[in-house]
T-cell receptor, first 114, second 113 residues
Framework: EPEVTQTPSHQVTQMGQEVILRCVPI?????FYWYRQILGQKVEFLVS????????KSEIFDDQFSVERPDGSNFTLKIRSTKLEDSAMYFC????????????FGSGTRLTVV | DQQVKQNSPSLSVQEGRISILNCDYT??????FLWYKKYPAEGPTFLIS?????DKNEDGRFTVFLNKSAKHLSLHIVPSQPGDSAVYFC????????????FGKGTKLSVKP
């Protein structure tokens, strides 16, 4: 079964450093997403990406965040200057056509900011 | 602002019995509802969904019921199996927003042998 692959599985970084979280969505999917889950809290929407541009973003997704699909296969989330409160599990997801709501999520990257 | 609420953080059920997971929502504009299952150290896995124009959808042991007037949905698992032990998330979507999901906080289901 096709999978969404995320790397690394765990990233530790110092406050103020830049991090890039990487995702390889399912190859024929068209919509791409980043969600995050702070420990003990709910899964929260960050950003959606379609047709090589951001289609929607949440209040969490401020100027410190950016996404890119540089080569048609990878989908990255960059945090320019990490804060302690950015520590969370970050999930990438993708889905096919607009009538399909069966997202496929990756296993997540645990980001720890120290 | 909790648009999707799962008021029970945990549920314990005996193997073979029915598990009923509940979810309430506040926004009547949601047009699609989904249930996801999540094991530790894994991403959420899609289980079953229901459109707002239906009141029931069934897939094997899983049935989702939607009561629009009460803004309530539930997931029934019959019979429950130990492998069903996981955190279950209810999520809702607006069709016009290309399906961004709004999740509840989750309910941890434990199925005891």
């Amino acid at each position: 079964e096709p999978e969404v692959t995320q790397t690394p599985s765990h990233q530790v970084t110092q406050m103020g450093q830049e991090v890039i979280l990487r995702c390889v969505p399912i190859s024929n999917h068209l919509y791409f997403y980043w969600y995050r889950q702070i420990l003990g809290q709910k899964v929260e929407f960050l950003v959606s990406f379609y047709n090589n541009e951001i289609s929607e973003k949440s209040e969490i997704f401020d100027d410190q965040f950016s996404v890119e699909r540089p080569d048609g296969s990878n989908f990255t989330l960059k945090i320019r200057s990490t804060k302690l409160e950015d520590s969370a599990m970050y999930f990438c997801a993708s889905r096919g056509d607009s009538k399909s709501y069966g997202y496929t999520f990756g296993s997540g990257t645990r980001l720890t900011v120290v | 602002d909790q648009q999707v609420k799962q008021n029970s953080p945990s549920l314990s059920v005996q193997e073979g019995r029915i598990s009923i997971l509940n979810c309430d929502y506040t926004n009547s504009m949601f047009d699609y509802f989904l249930w996801y299952k999540k094991y530790p150290a894994e991403g959420p896995t899609f289980l079953i969904s229901i459109s707002s124009i239906k009141d029931k959808n069934e897939d094997g042991r899983f049935t989702v019921f939607l009561n629009k007037s009460a803004k309530h949905l539930s997931l029934h698992i019959v019979p429950s199996q130990p492998g069903d032990s996981a955190v279950y998330f209810c999520a809702a979507s607006f069709g016009g927003s290309q399906g961004n999901l709004i999740f509840g906080k989750g309910t941890k289901l434990s199925v005891k042998p």
